[in-house]
């Protein structure tokens, strides 16, 4: 199975801060990543997709890179309604498999 | 606009079965990947199994914790998604998602809102 390394587990930043999350991929993924978010009660919700593409609707703040084995997220500016935890998920290999997720607060 | 509705969730003794479903609407589930998805209380997301779409072969694949006893399957006359559980453990307590991208394959823009599925004596 390709395990998916994630950090921070959890982050605390100011409004309008910049925030990045990495992914580690176990093995070569190519860009078969995408990124959720989960907010408190709610399903997840897809913003990233093929690493680095931006899902239809979600704000350009949001973006994605890499490919290969490490991938970063990125929030431009943090906005209060960004509170939520984020998780990787590769999709190269059965089984799919998702990071262990980032809690992002308010500081 | 594509929409899933899960339902079917529950408490169940060790042992016993439950069979979740998903509605969905919107698309025709048959043109669909389908997959399901479950969030154990205050942990991470967790790959449960797929199924491809019909003109793809219908294959279906679970995760190893799963298999064997979980079954996924479709009634295309009714748009819906079921996962069978039997055989269920305390480990399998989970809220479960059912998600797709239509033609998007393992690219999920849209989740049901999940249905509770509690196994405990």
């Known amino acids: 199975d390709i395990q998916m390394t994630q950090s921070p587990s959890s982050l605390s930043a100011s409004v309008g801060d910049r925030v990045t999350i990495t992914c580690q991929a176990s093995q070569d993924i190519s860009n078969y990543l995408n990124w959720y978010q989960q907010k408190p009660g709610k399903a997840p919700k897809l913003l990233i997709y093929?690493?680095?593409n931006l899902e239809t609707g979600v704000p350009s703040r949001f973006s994605g890179s890499g490919s290969g084995t490490d991938f970063t997220f990125t929030i431009s500016s943090l906005q209060p309604e960004d509170i939520a935890t984020y998780y990787c998920?590769?999709?190269?290999?059965?089984?799919?498999?998702f990071g262990g997720g980032t809690k992002v607060e308010i500081k | 606009e594509v929409q899933l509705v899960e339902s079917g969730g529950g408490w169940v003794k060790p042992g016993g079965s439950l069979r979740l479903s998903c509605a969905a609407s919107g698309f025709n589930l048959s043109n669909a990947w389908m997959s399901w998805v479950r969030q154990a209380p205050g942990k991470g997301l967790e790959w449960v199994g797929r199924?491809?779409?019909?003109?793809?072969?219908?294959?279906?694949d679970y995760a190893a914790p799963v298999k064997g006893r979980f079954t996924i399957s479709r009634d295309d006359s009714k748009n819906t998604l079921y996962l069978q559980m039997n055989s269920l453990k305390t480990e399998d307590t989970a809220m479960y998602y059912c998600a797709t991208g239509v033609l998007r394959y393992f690219v999920w823009s849209s989740w049901g809102q999940g249905t509770l599925v509690t196994v405990s004596s």
């Open positions: 998920q590769q999709f190269d290999n059965l089984p799919l498999t």
């Open positions: 093929d690493a680095f």
């Open positions: 199924i491809k779409s019909k003109t793809d072969g219908g294959t279906r």
